[in-house]
Nanobody, 115 residues
Framework: QVQLVESGGGAVQVGDSLTLSCVAS????????LAWFRQVPGNEREFVAR???????TYADSVKGRFTVSRDNAKNTAWLHMNGLKFEDAGVYFC?????????WGRGTQVTVSS
């Protein structure tokens, strides 16, 4: 069983930066791929970024060049560094990981973007 806890969300203005954190427990962190998703009410959860066990990073086109995903296995933590935030980046951000037979989600952290 893996537990994921996100933090770092908040209310920011367009153009601001924000860093989200995801702390994992219940499994050896270095064995876990990590991904970030976001969701706004009425919409499906949307992929944002992913970092594999080996550190390979993948991003949604909408965030490329602005967001950076990273991890520190010694701290059991992954981060999503968000720069140049836009209105459309607002939503609840979820941390996600998976094993062969299970998928795990955190409870999410809210990001609000205003002018």
């Amino acid at each position: 069983q893996v537990q994921l806890v996100e933090s770092g969300g908040g209310a920011v203005q367009v153009g601001d930066s924000l860093t989200l954190s995801c702390v994992a427990s219940g499994e050896i962190f270095s064995y876990l791929p990590l991904a970030w998703f976001r969701q706004v009410p009425g919409n499906e959860r949307e992929f944002v970024a992913r970092i594999t066990i080996g550190g390979v990073k993948t991003y949604a086109d909408s965030v490329k060049g602005r967001f950076t995903v990273s991890r520190d296995n010694a701290k059991n933590t992954a981060w999503l560094h968000m720069n140049g935030l836009k209105f459309e980046d607002a939503g609840v951000y979820f941390c996600n990981t998976w094993e062969p037979i299970d998928t795990y989600w955190g409870r999410g952290t809210q990001v609000t973007v205003s002018s």
